[in-house]
C-alpha cells in the first residue's frame, strides 16, 4: 500500500506516522529523515541541503527526487511505502506520479492531518525550548508555517482531483487520532493488503 502523508509543521505528523507504520506493514518514507542522514553523512546533497533546511525553507525538488528515487529502487519498497513529508511541492507530487506510473504501483491515499495554525505554532514554540532544534526558533517557525500554506497546501486540490485527499483532525489525545487514521486507512485498503 502506498499512503502519502502531509501536514503542516507541528501538527504530530511524526507520531501518527510512527502508529501507523506499525499498524501497516510497510517500510517508512521520510524525506526530512533521508535530509538528516544526507548531512550526517556530509554527503554532496546534506552539505547542499543545510542550509535551507536552517532556514525553514523546501531544499531544492532535484535533491529530493534524488534520494526518493535511491530509495525506491531498494526490493523492501516495492510492496508500497509511507511517504512522510513528501511531496512538498506540485513539482514533486507530479514527479512522484510519474515515477509511481512507471513501477504501476499508483497512491492509495492521501492523508492530510490538520489543526488550527495558532495552536501549531504554540506548540511548535514549547518543543523549540523543550529540544532546541535548530529550525524551530519562532522566526522559521513562522517560514516553515508559510512555505506550507504556499507550497504544500496546493497539493489537496491535486489530490482531491485525483480523488485520494483525506482530512484528519489533528485535535485530540494522539489515541483519538490515530482512530481516524486507521479508519482512513483501512477504508481504502484492499483485502490482501
Ligand atoms: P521534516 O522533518 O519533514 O519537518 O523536514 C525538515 C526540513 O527538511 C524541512 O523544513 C525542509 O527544509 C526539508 N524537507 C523535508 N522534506 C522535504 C521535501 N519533500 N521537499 C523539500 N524540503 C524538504
Do not use: W
Not at 533546511?53 to 525506491?72: A, H, I, N
Not at 526558533?137 to 489537496?156: D, G, Y
Amino acid at each position: 500500500m502506498l499512503i502519502v502523508f502531509i501536514g503542516p509543521p507541528g501538527v504530530g505528523k511524526g507520531t501518527q506516522c510512527r502508529r501507523l507504520l506499525a499498524h501497516l506493514n510497510v517500510p517508512h518514507l521520510s524525506t526530512g529523515e533521508l535530509l538528516r542522514e544526507a548531512i550526517r553523512g556530509n554527503t554532496e546533497i546534506g552539505r547542499q541541503s543545510s542550509v535551507y533546511m536552517d532556514q525553514g525553507k523546501l531544499v531544492p525538488d532535484s535533491f529530493v527526487l534524488t534520494l526518493v528515487r535511491e530509495k525506491l529502487e531498494r526490493p523492501e519498497f516495492e510492496r508500497g511505502c509511507l511517504f512522510d513529508g513528501f511531496p512538498r511541492s506540485l513539482v514533486q507530487a507530479r514527479a512522484l506520479d510519474q515515477l509511481l506510473d512507471e513501477r504501476g504501483t499508483p497512491i492509495d491515499v492521501v492523508l492530510e492531518l490538520i489543526a488550527d495554525e495558532d495552536v501549531l505554532i504554540d506548540r511548535m514554540h514549547k518543543r523549540a525550548v523543550q529540544e532546541n532544534r535548530a529550525d524551530d526558533n519562532p522566526k522559521t517557525i513562522a517560514h516553515r508555517m508559510e512555505v506550507f500554506r504556499q507550497q504544500t497546501a496546493p497539493l489537496r486540490d491535486y489530490y482531491r482531483t485525483q480523488g485520494k485527499h483525506v482530512n484528519i483532525h489533528a485535535l485530540g489525545t494522539p489515541d483519538e487520532v490515530f482512530e481516524r487514521v486507521r479508519t482512513a486507512v483501512d477504508a481504502r485498503r484492499s483485502p490482501q493488503a
